[in-house]
């Protein structure tokens, strides 16, 4: 007999069928007994007179009829034990909720990761992915996949992770910027899905040592509100994928960073709070756009603004008062990125390979980039960033 998934048991009514999986829990009700079966996609219920004598975790095989009264489940079941667990699970996954302290979670994550509330954080992650890359794809951008080891640092600061790459010194990268943007020099829109690696000495609940980069790159741009309507189109599809029912305006309330009223050049999370909170009781909206961050806090491919040199094309989005999206226009001019290099005594020796797409003709571009789990943390309320991530990597966390 064919075995069926919990997604197909709608399709089987009144038939018997086998399904298996992990045996999640067994409620003993008098004469019956309600066995809990977990495949990789849902719960599935068996009444049974007899409950197996397995522990939880256990993998089992039930066959029984199909019923859709009063719920969906089997009945005249038979069920077999194929791969019983010999010890108890350090997790109690037959609980509604996991009522774990976070290092516990995390450090008991193999396990942890099977429970359903925490299969569903991992479900949103990967409904984000899908809905990103359908929004994108629809408009025609073309996915990469670009290099995690590079010669040099992507941003030009320090906090890299060094490897030993057979006779001399790689670094994993910050991002996929140089090569995203070369790349919007062949197919002019472009984007990726993968990791980065910071090596800040953050221990915070939004920051990660290893994160997933949700990038875009596009070219024929005016400037970088041509970005900022494209990641709002963007953002539709990835909550429209998720089952979320957050409106996107159609005009995101936007603050030029002059306005925000700090002397210092980059935003504090107060900052960022008080901002949300101000888009939200003003314009009934959870995003709001900072644009115009100083040239100062800005990477050297950054463009300056034509008619205020001292601030930049670039752009912040806020979600729920925390960062979730930076992004901007880019330089384009190759006798540019010389005089930005120099300028911030930055040499263009490591560089060269880079600055070739722009001596040979690249358009105005710009492009933006998405915290994968940071946009489910904000999405779904969790405190901790942690929460949104399969096994963390941060200042202490190596393992699991």
Known sequence: MQRVCSFELSQHVGRRV????????????????????????????????????ARPESIVEVTGVVK??????????????????????????????LELPLPTLLEHAVIA?????RRAVFGTLAAAMRGFRSALEREHFTEIQTPKLVGGATEGGANVFSVKYFDRTAYLAQSPQLYKQIMAGVFERVFEVGPVFRAEPHATVRHLSQYTSLDVEMAFI????????????????????????????????????SEVGTSEPDLSPEDERRLGAWAK??????????????????PFYTHPDPERPAYSNSFDLLFRGTELVTGGQRLHRHADY??????????????ASYLDAFRFGMPPHGGFAIGLERFVMQLLGLPNIRLATLFPRDLTRLEP
């Not at 999986?21 to 049974?48: E, P, T």
């Not at 990761?113 to 509330?117: A, D, G, N």
């Open 281 to 298: 009781e003003t314009h009934g909206s959870e995003f709001v756009f900072v644009t115009g961050y100083p040239m100062a806090k800005r």
């Open 18 to 53: 086998r399904v298996a999986g992990w045996l999640h829990s067994v409620r003993r009700m008098g004469a019956l007994n309600f066995v809990v079966v977990r495949d990789g996609w849902g719960l599935i219920q068996a009444v049974a007179s007899a409950a197996p004598d």
């Open 338 to 351: 010389l005089a930005a290099l120099e300028a911030r005594g930055m040499s263009a020796e490591p560089l």
């Open 222 to 257: 005016t400037n970088h509100f041509d970005v900022m309507a494209q990641l709002a189109r963007v953002l539709r599809g990835m909550f429209e994928a998720c089952g979320s029912d957050i409106v996107v305006p159609e005009h995101i309330p936007t603050v030029h960073f």
């Open 113 to 117: 990761t099977r429970h359903p509330t």
């Open 68 to 97: 859709s009264e009063p719920q969906l489940e089997l009945h005249e079941v038979e069920i077999t034990v194929t791969e019983p667990v010999g010890e108890v699970a350090p997790v109690a996954l037959g609980k509604k909720q």
